[in-house]
């Protein structure tokens, strides 16, 4: 791609959403422990038309159409919104490269929206200087493009992505993400099986109503878990790290989920669930060692093709950011 001065290039990291506990409400970036970038990057440059080009691992399985891309739609939006308010149109083209794989339960169509959006307000700031959208307004418009695609809106993978860290969604307009504390010494293994497996059908298996003993368990264990990230208590945290709303209903769409859980718990893991809507599955460890056969054995019995790979990662702390 060519570059010009004003050229902006931004990296959004992989996310686990739900991360057991919160369903649509609880999210984390991840950021592999051999520092490679785990994610989707976006470019945007000076262009008089736009179009959008594509490359990466996995953008083969894109759309074929570029006006069926998020990026394209992200872009849309974002032009729509900024001629709303009286700004200039931006003259752009951009560029994806797309490493995460679709329906991965990796956050992957976050990634490309939040890089997207994040690429498209630093170039305006670069051009324009005033012209730009705050931080909540623009996750915002990441959470509205992701409800699109999944068929409502959630904000536990942009969130996560956009501003790094564990986030919690608060369901207030004027703040809809609260960044929690992370426990760092954690080692979080995801693994996907190369499998895919639709957001959108992920979600409407689910029940539409829950007992009231689920309804219970799920808000005693979120605040719990709250409570004990800000007392820095590793076990307590790591004990209420159960899903009471989706598990039951997904794993069957994920072939030998349940014996790597097995595999997990016996080999020292202090919680292990789905990624997002699946098939990532993910194992939290206290030590590298355990997190190494855990990950050696999911590479040898979870991933499903060559699609497939695994990652020991830590809590990505820095969210989206330029390249
Ligand atoms: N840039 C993009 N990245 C990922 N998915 C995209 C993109 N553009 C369009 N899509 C479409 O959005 C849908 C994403 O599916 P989904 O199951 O929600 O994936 P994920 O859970 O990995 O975000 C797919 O139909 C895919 O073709
Ligand atoms: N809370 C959502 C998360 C979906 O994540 P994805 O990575 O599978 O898109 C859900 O569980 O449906």
Redesign the pocket.
């Known amino acids: 791609m060519l570059k010009t001065d004003n050229t902006t290039k931004a990296f959004a990291p992989a996310s686990i959403g739900n991360v057991s506990l919160g369903f649509d409400v609880l999210g984390a970036a991840l950021a592999p422990i051999d520092n490679s970038l785990l994610g989707?990057w976006v470019e945007v440059a000076d262009a008089e038309q736009f179009s959008l080009s594509c490359d990466g691992r996995f953008a083969h399985?894109?759309?074929p159409n570029s006006v069926?891309?998020?990026?394209t739609?992200c872009y849309e939006y974002f032009q729509k919104k900024r001629l709303a308010l009286g700004y200039k149109a931006l003259k752009v083209k951009m560029h994806?490269h797309?490493d995460?794989?679709?329906?991965?339960?990796?956050?992957?169509?976050?990634?490309?929206?939040v890089a997207a959006f994040y690429a498209l307000n630093q170039y305006s700031a670069k051009v324009f200087e005033a012209e730009v959208f705050d931080k909540n307004t623009l996750l915002k418009m990441m959470g509205e493009l992701e409800g699109q695609?999944?068929g409502s809106i959630h904000y536990d993978?942009v969130a996560p992505s956009y501003l790094g860290g564990m986030t919690l969604m608060s369901g207030q307009d004027t703040q809809i993400a609260l960044n929690l504390p992370v426990l760092d010494k954690w080692y979080w293994v995801a693994c996907y099986s190369g499998l895919?497996?639709?957001?959108?059908?992920?979600r409407a298996i689910l029940p539409t109503s829950y007992s009231m003993s689920d309804t219970l368990q799920f808000g005693r264990q979120l605040a719990v878990f709250v409570d004990s990230l800000h007392k820095r208590d590793e076990a307590l945290a790591a004990s209420v790290m159960i899903d009471v709303i989706a598990e039951q209903h997904r794993k069957a769409l994920l072939p030998y989920f349940d014996e790597a859980r097995a595999f997990a718990i016996q080999n020292q893991a202090l919680s292990f669930g789905i990624s997002?809507?699946g098939p990532t599955v993910f194992a939290v460890t206290k030590t590298l060692e355990s997190a190494q056969s855990i990950q050696s054995w999911l590479a040898q019995h979870y991933i499903q093709n060559e699609d497939g790979f695994s990652h020991i990662c830590k809590i990505d702390q820095a969210g989206t950011r330029t390249l």
């Not at 069926?68 to 990026?71: H, L």
């Not at 679709?102 to 990634?111: E, R, T």
């Not at 895919?196 to 992920?202: L, N, P, R």
Request: glycine share 10%.
């Open positions: 989707d399985k894109l759309p069926d891309n998020i990026v739609q994806l797309k995460l794989p679709i329906g991965s339960g990796l956050g992957s169509s976050a990634s490309s929206i695609i999944s993978n895919s497996v639709s957001t959108a059908k992920a997002g809507s």
